[in-house]
Structures are given as C-alpha cells and as structure tokens.
C-alpha cells in the first residue's frame, strides 16, 4: 500500500460510471471526497465528466472475487486508503414469470446483484475495521422490500442485500464502520432498457408522489448516511420511495 498523503476520505462507488452510482460519485466528489469507480465498463460516458473527476477508475466484475480482489489492491497502491464503500453495481435481468429464467439468468442477478456485495465486503471491510472508521452503503431496492412480480431474481437478490446488510452490521457494530442500505422505487436510469414499458408503467404507478426519482435525491441520502453526522444508525434499510414504503 502506497503511503496515505491525501487527508479527504476515499469513497469507492461500485457501478459509478453512469446512472445512480454515477450521481453518487459526482456528488461525493463536489463533496470534497475522493472518488474511486469501480465498474464492469470503466469508462464514464463523453458530456458525464464536465463537473466532476473520480481519483480513480477501475474495471471490475463484481461477481468475479479475484477480480474485487486485484481492484482493492490497486486502489490502495493507488490513493492509499478507503473510508466508504458504496455497493451500487446491480443489473434487473429480463422481465418475465420465474418458471421462464434460465438457471444462467438467474444466476448472473444473483451474483451481481447479491454475490457481488459479499465480493466487495469481504475485501474491504477488514480495512474499514482496522482503520476504526468506516460507512458501507448498499443500494438494494423497493422490490427487495415487495418483492415484483416478473422480476423474481431481482427481487431475492435485493431482499438478500437487506439481510446480508443487517447481518454484517451486527457483526461489525462496535468497530466504528456502520452497514446501511436504500431501498428506492425507479429512477431514469439505462437500467430502465432492460425492462417492458408495462413494467416501467406500473412502477411509476405505484409512486404515490407520481414521480420518479431523482438520482441527485438518492445521492444526496447516501452522501449523508456516509458522512460524519451519520454516526448511530447501522443496519437500517433507508426508504427512497415517494412515499410508497409503508415499512
Ligand atoms: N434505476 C432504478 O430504477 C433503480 C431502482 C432501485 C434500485 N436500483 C439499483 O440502483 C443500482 C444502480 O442502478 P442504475 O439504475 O444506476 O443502473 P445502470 O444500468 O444505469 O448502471 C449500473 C452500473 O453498474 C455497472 N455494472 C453492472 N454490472 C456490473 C458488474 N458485474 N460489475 C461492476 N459494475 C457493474 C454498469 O456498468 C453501470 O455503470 C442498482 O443496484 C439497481 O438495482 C435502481
């Protein structure tokens, strides 16, 4: 590990080229912080890099462990230390009945979806701990809260992130490194291209603001739940929903 100069924290944001993690890391980045992208395609699209700059991008399949591996390696040679840890990197797989997917289609949610959060964690949370200091955020979903018909893996693998974030918090919980979760409904977003419009439809209908979300809004929840003054919640699944989580 090269030595630590830099005094901001570091954030690695997962699937931070485009979308959601895309906000996330432009928003951490005006922030002050510095900003590693982890992501399958580590290319931010030409026009997205005007207003922000990651310190870092790295090309990683986070369903591959050897792969999270060498990045945490080469984020450390690189910026020296991590502070934060944003699972953001997710994919929706094809809508259709259960009884329809493949065992491969089902298999690739879930291991993005949901392996690829035990792939990250396993590889930073030991330097989280050591360091004493530390806020892990996993972006899961409504429908891991609902559960959505026609997207059945996805539903399980964000209903797994839930779980997996409750269950590491407790395991963590007096290091000084809190585990948290967002559950959000739809937002605009190229992971949209992977669903039917009576699907997109009928999300955007069950949003009682009768909008979709913003992902500067996510952003601006996860840059909180990772700041400082987010000290004594762990564990929590936060709600992102327009009002249509009842619990
Ligand atoms: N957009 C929505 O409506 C919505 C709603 C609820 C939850 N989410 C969740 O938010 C997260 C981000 O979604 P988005 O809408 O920004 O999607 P997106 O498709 O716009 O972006 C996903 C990013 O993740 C990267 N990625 C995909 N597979 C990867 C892998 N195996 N390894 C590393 N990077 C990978 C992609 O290259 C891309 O940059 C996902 O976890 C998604 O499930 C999205």
């Known amino acids: 590990m090269s030595e630590r100069t830099d005094t901001r924290r570091i954030a690695v944001v997962t699937g931070g080229t485009r979308g959601i993690g895309q906000a996330i890391a432009r928003r951490l980045a005006h922030d002050g912080l510095g900003v590693v992208v982890w992501d ?27 792969s999270v591996e060498r990045a945490m390696t080469q984020t450390l040679e690189v910026v020296g230390g991590v502070d934060i840890l944003v699972n953001n990197a997710g994919i929706n797989g094809p809508v259709k009945p259960l009884w329809e ?36 955020v996993n972006i899961a979903s409504i429908a891991g ?29 007096t290091t000084g490194v809190t585990v948290n979760a967002v559950a959000p409904v739809m937002a ?26 913003e992902v500067s809004e996510l952003a601006a929840l996860v840059a909180w739940i990772t700041s400082e003054e987010c000290s004594f919640t762990s564990g929590f699944t936060f709600d992102a929903s327009g009002g249509r989580a009842t619990y």
């Open 40 to 66: 399958l395609d580590p290319v931010v699209p030409a026009g997205d890099n005007q207003d922000w700059k990651a310190d870092h991008i790295q090309a990683v399949d986070v369903a591959d462990p050897i």
């Open 145 to 173: 809260k609902e559960g959505v018909q026609n997207i059945t893996p996805y539903s399980a693998s964000k209903a797994g992130v839930i779980g997996l974030t409750k269950a590491l918090a407790k395991e963590i919980i």
């Open 188 to 213: 605009a977003t190229d992971l949209l291209d992977q669903m039917t419009e009576e699907h997109i439809a009928a999300s955007k209908g069950k949003i009682p603001m009768q909008r979709l979300l």
């Open 101 to 136: 997917y493949s065992s491969e289609e089902w298999g690739r949610v879930i291991d993005v979806n949901l392996t690829g959060v035990f792939n990250t964690c396993r590889a930073v949370v030991p330097h989280l701990v050591d360091r004493g200091w530390g806020r892990i």
